[in-house]
């Protein structure tokens, strides 16, 4: 059989066709993230009809079969698509069930990674295992992959595939602290996308007026925050799609219009007394209690402190020593509420003697901006000396920009998440912040996103693999742009940024190539407009309040 690296297996041709095959397109030459490995087999495919029967192997498995036939029935609307219609059953004892059918199982010493699975495609059947429910999931959105490359071939190629994350947590982190909010729909949306990417952590960062907190109706009543009942039902459909919803609310300068209204409430009541420190904690405690109470299914809580707090409470620049205190205290509002406090480490880098008072069990959060592993180093070498566990966190670069920089993007993403590999973190969190209050639309993070998704469950890609994927994947699977201009365009719009304060002219954009052969995509999708009625849906599901 013929392995394959990174989705293109290696004696191809450039129409991604089997060597020695010239009238069968390979589905198995791109898929995403790229599987750990991928070997096509020699013998007949798998051909499919209208019904496709599955089969639960329950004595071989570690759960019941309830919990496993969730999985199926919420992606039964996802087979439709391609016209199949499952039946889900447990496998008789004796294993007979006809030619042509799907039998899975869960078993955490057969396939002992989290989140591993071996897919098997041969003539007969299809086998699908799972060391956890959530391994069964992934594989499960690899094979509605090879489903949508087959196209209307009603036919799957005979292939082993064994695959695991390198990275245990990959996430995305939403930054709602300005700006108008997105539409819970799009929040759903959005944790879909990051699912079938095999993602598993979302981080939405609530603002002032991003969450209604109960008490300090004067900072939200003229906005429409997210409300405790809307976040519950956020996190409970994040949670089937086996993603953790992480709260996210910044504990030292993200309270400063709290602390502001406190002084005012303090001053009309005829009290002249300033808020200190001290006065932080009672409201970073009632905070942490409104907001974590709607995320139960989260492990962690993430409490910021990316910057001191400046300009009202000058004593709130903290030494060493307080900053130490400051941050055992939220230590045990966390631990209060069972979670594990991650906090972002750009205080700590200067703050090295910190690190050594750091409550065991914190999570740092460190922000990489840099494009080679060397430079990146020398921020994740001190956290290791110091015992610490830590996600490195590259950025979109999305914010402050008309339509992104993914290029840059892909180059801090190679770089933080081979590090993350070399220094063991637990994982990657790719950030989109809010400066401007997300000039940017919503769509323009996709490109950072869809390389992250790649890079953190496969650490040895490059950025020419980014380069030359990243459009394909955003074509095949999220916009289903056949024509294959979609995706490009995507990432050609980051040039407009760059074109904006530079002293080029526009016509530059559209003559400028992305590639070595052929015109921009800008001018190609001029010959493609109707082709953008197929993607420009998903485009303005993206929606705000």
Not at 53 to 58: G, L, Q
Not at 145 to 161: F, T, V, W, Y
Not at 381 to 393: H, M
Request: with cysteine; hydrophobic share 40%; glycine share 6%.
């Amino acid at each position: 059989g013929a392995s394959v690296n990174n989705g293109v297996a290696d004696p191809m041709d450039t129409n991604g066709r089997c060597s020695g095959d010239q009238e069968e397109p390979n589905p198995l030459r791109f898929l995403w993230p790229p599987p750990a490995l991928v070997k096509q087999l020699d013998e007949d495919w798998f051909v499919l009809e209208d019904s496709l029967p599955v089969a639960f192997h329950a004595t071989d498995s570690d759960v019941g079969f309830d919990k496993a036939a969730e999985l199926w029935t919420q992606l039964l609307p996802v087979f439709e698509e391609h016209n199949l219609n499952l039946t889900i059953s447990v496998l008789p004892p004796d294993g007979a069930l006809p030619a042509g059918h799907l039998v899975f199982s869960i078993n955490s010493q057969h396939m002992p990674l989290p989140e591993s699975y071996k897919l098997t495609i041969n003539s007969q059947q299809i086998t699908l295992q799972g060391g956890d429910l959530a391994g069964i999931w992934h594989g499960l959105h690899t094979l509605l992959q090879i489903l949508r490359l087959s196209g209307k071939q009603r036919r799957l190629p005979p292939a082993a595939i064994r695959d695991h994350p390198d990275l245990p947590y990959r996430g995305f982190m939403l930054d709602l602290t300005q700006g108008r909010l997105p539409t819970l729909d799009t929040l759903k949306e959005l944790i879909e996308i990051l699912s079938a990417f095999k993602m598993n952590m979302l981080q939405l960062r609530m603002g002032v007026s991003s969450f209604a907190y109960k008490g300090h109706e004067s900072l939200w009543e003229d906005s429409e925050p997210y409300t405790p009942s809307e976040m519950l039902e956020l996190n409970e459909f994040a949670h089937k799609h086996f993603v953790s919803l992480v709260p996210h609310q910044d504990s030292f300068c993200g309270i400063k219009a709290f602390l502001q209204a406190a002084a005012t409430r303090s001053s009309s009541s005829g009290d002249d007394a300033k808020p200190s420190a001290r006065d932080t904690i009672p409201i970073v405690f009632d905070l942490h209690r409104q907001l974590f109470a709607c995320f139960p299914h989260s492990k962690f809580a993430h409490v910021g402190l990316d910057r001191p707090l400046d300009g009202l409470f000058p004593e709130l620049k903290m030494p060493g020593e307080d900053y130490a205190r400051h941050l055992w205290k939220l230590h045990s509002s966390c631990s209060l509420h069972r979670r594990s406090m991650q906090v972002w480490g750009s205080e700590l880098q200067v703050r090295r003697a910190v690190l050594q008072q750091l409550p065991p069990s914190i999570i740092i959060m460190q922000l990489l901006h840099r494009h080679t592993e060397e430079e990146n180093a020398a921020f994740c070498q001190p956290l290791v000396d110091s015992g610490v566990n830590f996600f490195v966190c590259p950025d979109t670069l999305a914010a402050e920009s008309v339509g992104g920089r993914p290029h840059t993007c892909f180059a801090q993403l190679v770089a933080a998440s081979r590090c993350a590999v070399r220094f063991g973190a637990m994982g990657l969190l790719l950030t989109d912040w809010a400066e401007l209050g997300h000039i940017h639309p919503l769509v323009t993070t996709l490109p950072p996103l869809v390389a992250a998704a790649g890079t953190s469950w496969r650490a040895s890609l490059s950025q020419t693999d980014l380069e030359h994927f990243v459009p394909e994947a955003l074509n095949r699977f999220l916009l289903f742009d056949d024509s294959n201009v979609a995706g490009l365009l995507l990432l050609d719009l980051s040039r407009v940024h760059g074109l904006l304060l530079s002293s080029s002219t526009p016509s530059s954009l559209v003559s400028t190539p992305s590639t070595p052969t052929g015109p921009s995509p800008l001018r190609r999708s001029s010959a493609h407009m109707s082709d953008v009625s197929v993607w420009s849906p998903f485009i303005n599901g993206l929606a705000l309040r």
